[in-house]
């Protein structure tokens, strides 16, 4: 097993004394609190004060960083020679970070319980794949962090809970969202949001340089554009805009190998004309003879130097790192592993950089959120002027490329839409879910168990 990451190791011995140290502290503390008088296993508790705590410290760290870009760049010098206060000194959102710990976590637990709860009144069940893929994930999790959760309080049976109650909690939202669901949101509505919010473009990205890399001026940018003003004529009477694409991309390759290889001849002459310099060396009548041929004279007191460097010791190699449940391997960063997402949030490009036969395509889906990709330009021109089936020149505000746009039906392409469906779903409703999820938090019958609250006090847990 890969060794943890050193803050971690630290965190769990001290976690291991804490836990040591508080086994007086009372009988009744394994349990966490109650919801509707069902019993909330304390290593849950625990793991989302774990969650809460890493959370907090992004916090802090993004609010002293926020607090910097405000200050002058002499305070902002001072503040960097300071020492950053400890979290449990600090307040989170305008709350000491104790607090803000502790509300978390209960939130975190509240939603446990209404997810578990709601799974259990709509029905639903866990498919056997569901189980089988749980089961790789946390067999392979605890193998591989078992001892450091242990040492938390944390058993596997209450890691395996939090882990297959975001499994429940993704199910509870397709249920609730997909047809027949009583928030059900069809398929038109989800492509009518698609075609508001995101666009389908070709585009062919040219270089306003010249084979050694210069900027171009006002006549090399001028024949650039009647290249492309050629292509879209192209384009308009049938040519397939991939194959300009990479007639571009050869006629640029072959302006940088010209370049390259008029500048090697140039250098093998300036070599050719060149006069030879030889430098005239007369011997010292001081200077020893060699011995033989075998044997150097060094000069006196001067040492050969050694050849061999020493071997450098071999760099110690980390155990790779995780973000997500669905991997396999788990998570040597500080923050625990993220388990609450019901669904991949994430919209894909679609076929981006395909190769169509030996032509690359720069065929791809943006979104309006972003307006960065491929750059700001292209992405105000697509979501502002242009409409369905136009194609237009594009100037970067740093004069240093035109692109060719074409902007595409993003709803014609149905393999994109179902392969997007669900994030799209995902991306539109959960607001709306996570305000769903507070109203059934809301109706509990929500208790604190205080003693395990003053047992698992988080300062103590976590402090620095």
């Known amino acids: ?10 965190a769990l011995s001290a976690a291991a004394a804490m836990m040591a140290s508080l086994t007086a502290c009372g009988e009744n503390t394994t349990w966490g609190a109650t919801a509707d008088g069902v019993q909330i296993p304390a290593g849950v508790f625990i793991y989302y ?25 002499e305070g902002a010098a001072q503040t ?15 709350v000491d970070a104790k607090q803000w710990i502790y509300d978390e976590a209960t939130r975190s637990m509240q939603e446990y319980a209404a997810v578990e709860a709601k799974f259990s009144e709509y029905g639903l069940a866990l498919s056997d794949e569901d189980k089988d893929t749980a089961k790789v994930y946390l067999d392979q999790m605890w193998e591989y962090a078992g001892e450091y959760y242990t040492a938390m309080g944390i058993s596997e049976s209450s890691y395996r809970s939090i882990f297959m109650n975001s499994t429940k909690r993704q199910k509870l939202f397709e249920k609730i969202y997909n047809e027949g669901g009583e928030r059900a949101v069809s398929d038109d509505e989800i492509k009518t949001y698609l075609d508001e919010n995101y666009a389908m473009i070709n585009y062919i990205e040219v270089e306003l340089r010249d084979g050694e890399g ?12 009647e290249m492309l003003n050629g292509y879209i004529e192209r384009y308009k009477n049938g040519e397939d805009f991939d194959t300009l694409n990479a007639e571009y991309v050869a006629y640029y390759e072959n302006l940088k190998k010209a370049a390259e290889e008029a500048a090697a001849a140039a250098e093998a002459e300036n070599a050719e004309t060149a006069p030879a310099e030889t430098a005239e060396v007369e011997s010292s009548p001081a200077e020893a003879p060699l011995a033989n041929d075998d044997d150097e004279v060094l000069p006196e007191g001067e040492e050969a130097a050694e050849t061999e460097a020493p071997a450098e010791e ?7 790192s995780s973000e997500k449940p ?3 391997t788990a998570s040597e960063t500080e923050a625990p592993a993220e388990t609450e997402a019901p669904a991949e949030t994430t919209v894909p490009a679609a076929d981006e950089n395909m190769n169509v036969g030996a032509v690359q395509s720069n065929q791809t889906v943006i979104e309006k959120a972003d307006m960065t990709t491929p750059c700001a330009e292209v992405a105000e021109k697509v979501f502002g002027s242009m409409n369905k089936g136009d194609i237009e020149i594009v100037e970067t505000a740093d004069g240093e490329h035109y692109y060719l746009v074409l902007k595409m039906d993003v709803l014609e392409n149905e393999d994109y839409f179902t392969a997007a469906r669900d994030s799209l779903l995902y991306e539109m409703k959960s ?7 507070a109203e059934w938090t809301a109706a509990q019958s929500f208790e604190k168990n205080n003693d395990a609250y003053k047992r698992y006090d988080p300062e103590k847990l976590f402090g620095e």
């Open 431 to 437: 607001e709306d879910y996570d305000s769903l999820i």
């Open 314 to 320: 071999a760099a110690e190699t980390e155990a790779p």
């Open 326 to 328: 669905a991997e396999t």
């Open 49 to 73: 004060l774990e969650s809460a705590h890493y959370e907090a410290k992004a916090k802090q760290s993004s609010q002293n960083s926020e607090a910097e870009a405000d200050l002058s760049p």
């Open 1 to 10: 097993m890969s060794k943890l990451d050193i803050k971690k190791i630290t």
């Open 214 to 225: 210069n900027l171009l001026k006002s006549e090399g940018k001028a024949e650039r554009m």
């Open 80 to 94: 960097a020679e300071t020492v950053t206060l400890p979290l449990f000194s600090t307040q989170i959102d305008g």
